[in-house]
């Protein structure tokens, strides 16, 4: 089985679950939060990788470091995955799960990229364009990038909507040389 189809089947077991509990918001602070304390500690990240600690080992550590600080169901689901030899997935799981929340509250994450500063009329007009077209609530995120010279490139999940000046100059460069060379 593939890790993105792990990842999916925990995240999704871990999401039915805290919506039946009305908790699903506060689930995902608590990945959030175990996923930088993670990146942040070199010693739990050898900890969830290592295939010769004990499982019971793990388990102890995890709401050592933990029951303080999530939920009772995010911290029994970390042991579940310990339990069954799963942690090593850990940020696929926590990613999993936040894209499938997205999805069930209908949000759509984007990022746009910008050779300047956009102000907030434009980052509203461009919201509202890709929710129009989508059907989504948009979440955004802005980057000032000045080598695209003007305009901006907008990525929603694998598609680029490339619209800078920098992207036309390079397609009239390709043109041009293909005319040149014809």
Do not use: C
Not at 92 to 114: C, G, H, K, T, W
């Amino acid at each position: 089985m593939s890790i993105k189809a792990i990842a999916d089947r925990y995240a999704s077991a871990l999401l039915s679950e805290a919506v039946s509990q009305g908790i699903e918001d506060a689930v995902q602070a608590d990945l959030v939060r175990v996923k930088e304390t993670a990146e942040a500690s070199a010693d739990l990240r050898m900890l969830l990788r290592s295939p010769i600690i004990e499982w019971w080992r793990k388990k102890a550590i995890v709401k050592e470091a933990f029951a303080e600080s999530v939920s009772p169901l995010t911290l029994t689901f970390l042991q579940l995955v310990i339990e069954k030899g799963r942690e090593r997935f850990y940020r696929e799981i926590i990613q999993s799960y936040a894209d499938l929340l997205d999805q069930r509250n209908n949000v759509l994450r984007i990022s746009v990229a910008s050779a300047a500063e956009l102000d907030a009329a434009t980052r509203d007009r461009v919201q509202k364009a890709v929710a129009t077209r989508t059907g989504k609530t948009i979440e955004a995120v802005y980057s000032v990038d000045a080598s695209l010279i003007g305009g901006m490139r907008i990525a929603i999940g694998d598609n680029v909507y490339d619209g800078t000046l920098q992207h036309q100059l390079e397609d009239l460069r390709t043109r041009l040389s293909a005319e040149i060379l014809n």
